[in-house]
């Protein structure tokens, strides 16, 4: 990667007492008493608040918590992350009750080498999302050197992702931000082949650009979850009440011709599990593809026969890249396909494949299968992890100082 990272800095000694900002991803859900359910977010981020803090750096975080849509709402404060981060790091985590307040020169000035500051949530201020450059300029000036370690953000170009780079010289990658971009970039620019792709998720639609960047790159392509009816759609074929994107069929019938094209190992499921209701209350049976003729069942996860046929793939995959469930995986009695794929990465892990997976609901089915860790990498951004294997370009990441 041609940026500047925390490493490059550290090794030129840019960090011994030096004010460090650093934006992090700590958007981590809570229950209904505020208490934190997953800290994954901010256990992330560590390795790089150690490195700062161990090398001499006074660490300043931001991060955004939530939709408070630009009001100071104290149901998204950031407190509860300073709290799990003072639990995590043994150090008493400063809090700046307001990530611009007119305290936080004062308080940053009062800070020793080694400390650590939490900024008040960014979203607070409706300038924050809209990359307004006079809020940014604000952040910034709290700052010597900006780090950028919030990849699941890095694909907006907010004032504190983007504009604080505008007003400050070294703008490095985090170590999380580094590891993101090492296993993802790689499996788009330079993969060990086979690669095989593996994309589910409800809608063709939330997909498309990823469909069309890798039916160039990837070498297998296995297509689970609701987007696989309307494919079914494209080639005629009945689909019951199974989700159906009606604008989509078109495109469908395009993205399967390319394949085609391309010679591409594009596979759909060749059996599902159906049945009347999607809460899991009613009896489910297993169809072939071809079969799903009674108007009143639906497909909700990729059947036994389509399991082994994928695993198959998977296990001759060098790289594979998981992004979107194969079903409803939510609901326990259709999750068994999605589960299924996550032992077949696992496997493949175990016989040295590079296995990513791409956050959000991916991400989630591989924990609920308690897996995480027997894959390569489980990106901790869905949303910038889809627009890199779009092939885009993200603005966080573009606008850290090139090397």
């Known amino acids: 990667m041609a940026k500047l990272t925390l490493e490059n800095l550290i090794e030129q000694n840019k960090i011994n007492g030096k004010r460090i900002l650093v934006r992090v991803d700590f958007n981590v859900p809570l229950d209904e008493n505020r208490n934190i359910t997953d800290d994954k977010r901010i256990t992330a981020s560590l390795p790089t608040i150690n490195a700062i803090t161990g090398n001499g750096g006074k660490c300043i975080l931001m991060s955004h918590l939530g939709r408070p849509k630009g009001e100071r709402n104290m149901k998204y404060s950031l407190d509860v992350a300073a709290e799990k981060l003072s639990e995590l790091t043994g150090k008493k985590v400063i809090f700046a009750e307001d990530c611009i307040g007119d305290k936080n020169p004062q308080m940053i000035s009062d800070m020793k080498s080694g400390d650590i500051m939490l900024l008040e949530n960014l979203r607070f201020y409706k300038e924050e ?58 499996a788009i620019d330079n993969p060990e082949r086979p690669l095989v792709a593996i994309l589910g998720g409800s809608k063709i639609s939330g997909k498309i650009d990823v469909l069309e960047n890798l039916i160039n790159i990837a070498d297998t392509i296995l297509i689970g979850g609701g987007m696989m009816y309307t494919f079914y759609k494209a080639m005629g074929l009945e689909i019951g009440k199974s989700l159906l994107e009606e604008d989509k069929i078109e495109l469908a019938k395009q993205i399967l011709q390319k394949a085609k094209d391309k010679n591409k190992n594009f596979l759909l499921p060749v059996d599902m599990v159906v049945t009347d209701k999607i809460d899991g209350t009613s009896t489910s049976s297993v169809a072939a593809f071809d079969k ?15 399991v082994r046929m994928y695993s198959d793939e998977i296990i001759k995959g060098k790289t594979i890249v998981w992004n979107g469930p194969m079903g409803v995986f939510e609901v326990d009695e259709f999750a068994k396909g999605t589960f299924a794929i996550a032992e077949a990465l696992a496997n493949a892990t175990a016989k040295g494949a590079v296995t990513i997976i791409g956050g959000g609901d991916s991400g989630a089915a591989i924990a609920k299968a308690n897996l995480s860790d027997k894959v390569s990498h489980v990106s901790t951004g869905g949303g910038a992890s889809l627009e890199l294997l779009e092939g885009k370009v993200l603005p966080g990441v573009a606008a850290l100082t090139d090397m």
């Open 292 to 306: 799903l003729t009674d108007i009143n069942l639906m497909g909700v996860d990729i059947g036994p026969e389509t």
């Open 129 to 186: 999302e809209k990359n307004d450059p006079e809020f940014a300029k604000k952040l910034a000036s709290y700052g010597d050197v900006y780090v950028n370690d919030a990849f699941g953000t890095a694909h907006r170009a907010h004032a504190s992702t983007e504009g604080v780079t505008h007003f400050i010289k070294d703008c490095a990658a985090g170590f999380l931000m580094q590891k993101e971009l090492k296993y993802l970039m790689a």
